[in-house]
């Protein structure tokens, strides 16, 4: 009775659910532009890779999804960033991590942080979407995972429409680590809802290695 009152929709085509669906229908997860990243890992072949070569050193460049605009994939971060999706970006984070567990990537990071919002930002939205997929993706792994740890001291606009060099100046200088004896010595995979220029998960990265992390891999759940 409640499903024919209130009928649980796809987040991604705003379609009806079925019984054993979640969130996701059966077409879309057919249809969702999955990436191959992850089997070509640290090469030449991997064109996520390549984004960082010659700016911060990366060892894995992970997405689960390519980005379409005005695609299922938008609508998915719409509704996980603007419509309090929360459990949105855990089902995607479980089911990557499950799909990099296999190709045993587990092995390769010690600790799995994501990209923080500013606290004015956090305390607006209610929670912040890069730590939903985060958590997802520590529970599939079993690699710890830890939500506070990098910090943004600055609330910086928005990187939507700016160029790169004004994405990278956006974020210049506005992430701290506030426990650098959690990421000391460890291979850390940092984590973050959309790459485009790279620019916002560069300069986490170029945080966590001052404060002495051995190694930076990036993990997010679209590319364009």
């Known amino acids: 009775m409640l499903s024919l009152l209130f009928p649980q929709v796809c987040y991604a085509c705003d379609g ?28 030449a072949l991997n064109p996520l890779q390549q984004r960082f070569w010659g700016k911060v050193p990366v060892r894995f460049a992970f997405s689960y999804l390519h980005f379409r605009s005005k695609g299922r994939v938008q609508r998915l971060l719409f509704k996980l960033k603007y419509k309090g999706a929360q459990e949105l970006g855990e089902f995607l984070g479980q089911h990557y991590g499950a799909l990099l567990f296999d190709h045993q990537y587990a092995s390769q990071f010690d600790l799995i942080l994501p990209v923080p919002l500013h606290k004015l930002k956090l305390r607006k939205r209610g929670f912040n979407q890069s730590d939903s997929f985060a958590k997802g993706l520590a529970e599939a792994m079993q690699i710890p995972w830890r ?52 620019a916002t998960l560069e300069a986490c990265a170029v945080a966590l290695l001052k404060a002495g992390a051995a190694e930076i891999s990036v993990a997010t759940i679209a590319a364009a």
């Open 16 to 43: 009806a659910l079925v019984r054993g669906e979640k969130f996701i229908c059966t077409d879309c997860n057919i249809k969702l532009p999955y990436t191959d990243y992850h089997v070509h890992g640290a090469t």
């Open 147 to 198: 939500g506070n740890v990098l910090e943004r001291t600055v609330n910086t606009s928005t990187q939507t429409r700016k160029n790169r060099l004004d994405r990278w100046q956006n974020v210049e200088q506005v992430f701290q680590v506030r426990q650098p004896d959690q990421v000391k010595g460890k291979r850390v995979l940092l984590v973050d809802d959309v790459l485009t220029t790279g």
